[in-house]
């Protein structure tokens, strides 16, 4: 019975990553309809980002009131609402609007779903489902690029990611009572901790919290300025850049299937101190001074590689690390603290940049590559020790 559960999951794992890139795919069509500067983009980015911090600190509340099948649905649900809405938006503040919802639906499901598989399925499922992601961040650019191509515009773009998430919540509703069994389980555990500050009291969680933080700003930073790295300071043609700039991501992806198979064996610790390694040696590939590209070309590939096992490892340890009763409220602390590092640090660097220049790019990244396992050693010891 519960096959169909964990196949419903995966596909809920696909419908967190299709809104996640359809924005960036659409734009340049968008902003022209709208008149909107192509700035704008990053307003929206920033509100989806809040909306997605606010309620991953809202998951651990919503999911032991609701339970994880619920919320994952609604949360669906809301995606689906705010893609529609994005579809009918006329100008910047109807889209400003429908962000938040976007926002909300996405940190909610993503929460309320770590958690669930962290403590009902093995490292190998985490890894395939945020290799699903992967499948989604790919498919939403391809269903928009379907559209405009064939002249049905940026809004037929929209609905048709719209109406397959409308789809994946009649299948999340359906599957709702094989949810209720291990609900239940969770629901006999309740946590002693309570609120979120009591939450980031406990030992190790704070040095936690901040290796996911170093991990999404080196992701995102990384993918977000990659092809502009790569044109601008090192003079590769832009056909090049961009298809490397794809293969880091492809590489994530790739990257997440195959840790699938070695992640029990190893075990979630060696698998984060393993990718760390490799996101480490491919940023330094990338800043060889080298005459040739290939070796910063490869270095993109192999950083990506690297970056695969470390937030899933790192979300299905939780519980292991905090406890079973405050895993639903460490991980929503911890999808925070990525979004955060998300959100804020690649305009940061685009901010370093203007001062040091695009040079600055791996050295920025390997701040945060070496940050990972720093804190997360010391933050997993500390919790072990202090949280028995």
Same mark, same amino acid.
């Given at each position: ?29 968008? &902003?022209? !309809? ?55 938006? &006329? ?67 929209? &609905?048709?990611?719209? #109406? ?28 002693? &901790? ?13 040095? #936690? ?22 044109? !601008? ?26 840790? *699938? ?13 393993? *990718? ?100 997360? *050693? ?11």
């Amino acid at each position: 019975m519960f096959s169909f559960l964990l196949a419903v999951i995966y596909m809920s794992f696909i419908s967190l990553g299709l809104p996640d890139s359809i924005l960036g795919a659409a734009w340049p069509t968008m &902003r022209l !309809d709208i008149n909107a500067p192509t700035s704008f983009a990053g307003t929206l980015s920033m509100i989806i980002s809040a909306g997605t911090i606010v309620s991953s600190l809202m998951s651990d509340r919503l999911t032991k009131k609701l339970g994880a099948g619920k919320v994952t649905a609604f949360s669906v649900a809301l995606t689906a609402a705010a893609l529609f809405g994005f579809s009918v938006s &006329r100008n910047m503040a109807m889209l400003c609007i429908m962000a938040v919802p976007y926002g909300l639906g996405a940190g909610a499901v993503d929460a309320a779903l770590n958690n669930y598989v962290a403590l009902h399925y093995s490292s190998r499922h985490m890894n395939w489902l945020h290799c699903f992601w992967g499948v989604g961040t790919s498919v939403a650019p391809y269903i928009m690029s379907f559209c405009l191509s064939r002249g049905m515009g940026w809004r037929s773009g929209y &609905r048709s990611v719209c #109406v397959l998430q409308i789809i994946l919540t009649a299948l999340l509703l359906i599957s709702l009572p094989l949810w209720k069994g291990r609900e239940g389980e969770e629901n006999t555990q309740k946590s002693t &901790r309570g609120g979120i500050f009591s939450m980031l009291k406990i030992k190790g969680v704070p040095l #936690v919290l901040i290796s996911f933080f170093c991990y999404c700003a080196a992701e995102t930073s990384a993918g977000l300025w990659a092809s502009t790295y790569l044109t !601008d300071h090192r003079g590769i043609n832009a056909e090049t850049a961009a298809m490397f700039a794809s293969l880091f991501y492809i590489g994530i992806t790739v990257g997440r299937f195959v840790s *699938g198979f070695v992640s029990a064996k190893l075990g979630d610790t060696k698998m984060i101190f393993t *990718g760390s390694a490799v996101m480490a040696a491919g940023i330094v590939m990338i800043m060889l001074p080298l005459p040739t590209d290939i070796f910063a070309l490869s270095g993109l590939v192999i950083t990506g590689l690297g970056c695969a096992p470390v937030y899933p490892a790192i979300t299905h340890a939780t519980p292991d690390n905090f406890g079973r009763e405050n895993s639903q409220g460490v991980i929503g602390l911890q999808m925070a603290s990525a979004y955060l590092g998300s959100m804020l640090m690649p305009p940061v660097f685009g901010l370093l940049s203007d001062k040091t220049g695009l040079g600055a790019y791996p050295f920025f990244l390997i701040i945060f590559a070496l940050g990972i396992p720093l804190a997360y *050693g010391f933050g997993s010891a500390a919790a072990k020790r202090k949280n028995p």
